[in-house]
């Protein structure tokens, strides 16, 4: 009875044993992820990336991850100098001069919709494509030829180097030149003053559209996730994550954290994103459009 007590002892202590190493293992794992890990671009990618790290850095105490904006242009740019760690960016690195696209590598991480906003004073909440592209143009300048207050159109367009931009004119503006307004840096300095400017139109990723601004739809097309999905609209992009070649541990582990289930099924939508495994097709960077079978 003693030996057969003794050996239930023996093989319970084992099985704290394994069960202490299996912890220690997992801790040991955990405190591998340090360092410091720097994040600068897309402004429209840039609230999910300060989301994602935040919660990220609350179970890995020895990592730092900072986040900046800047435009897509500024992302690839740095990245591409290996001044960042990351550069993100809402256009394929191929799409920007200057950027050799062999050197960096591509980590896609959402998509994003953009659609053009305007000041509700406006009265006006859709546009036909041409409608929208006349007022980039300079055709026209007043809402009440477009059926809306008879306002002053206000045009507020993105900066040169912004992902946000290349991606709207490329859709509404193909091979044609937007008139000269003033220009912004982010989608938040654009949301802002869409809100308090009478007249105002701009455009903004679905992440920065709230109820401070208009909307609109073109030629009825709502600007909604769904319509992202099967392209009925068509003004969205990828939100790419890159880096100069392959990432180091702990950006991998970053990534990956982003393009978890865990994120892409809940965070990424509650931000106003779009899950990649919700598109029903896939852009390639010529901007060419293919069905995706599943």
Known sequence: MRKKTALISVVAMGLLLL??????????DTSKITGKITIVGSTALQPLVEKAAE??????????IGVQGGGSGTGLSQV????VTVGNSDIFAEQKDGVDAKK????????????PVVNKET??????????????????????????ADQEIVVINRASGSGTRTVFDSIILPKQTAKQTQEQDSNGT??????????????????????????????????????VENNNWKIWSYEHMYTKGSPKYATAKFISYIQSEKIQNSLIKKLGYISISDMQVEKDAKGNIEEINK
């Open 19 to 28: 069960a202490g190493c299996g912890k220690s293992s997992s801790s040991s």
């Open 80 to 83: 591409s100098t290996g001044a």
């Open 104 to 115: 960096i590598v591509d980590h896609k991480v959402a998509v994003v919709g953009i659609a």
């Open 55 to 64: 919660t990220y850095q609350d179970d890995h105490s020895g990592l730092t």
């Open 123 to 148: 009265k006006v909440t859709n546009l036909s494509k041409s409608q929208l592209a006349d007022i980039f143009l300079g055709k026209v300048t007043n809402w009440k030829v477009l059926g809306g």
């Open 190 to 227: 654009v949301q802002k003053m869409v809100a308090s400017t009478p007249g105002a139109i701009s455009y903004l990723a679905f992440s920065y559209s709230n109820d401070n601004v208009q909307a609109l739809s073109i030629d009825k097309v709502q600007p909604t996730s769904k319509n």
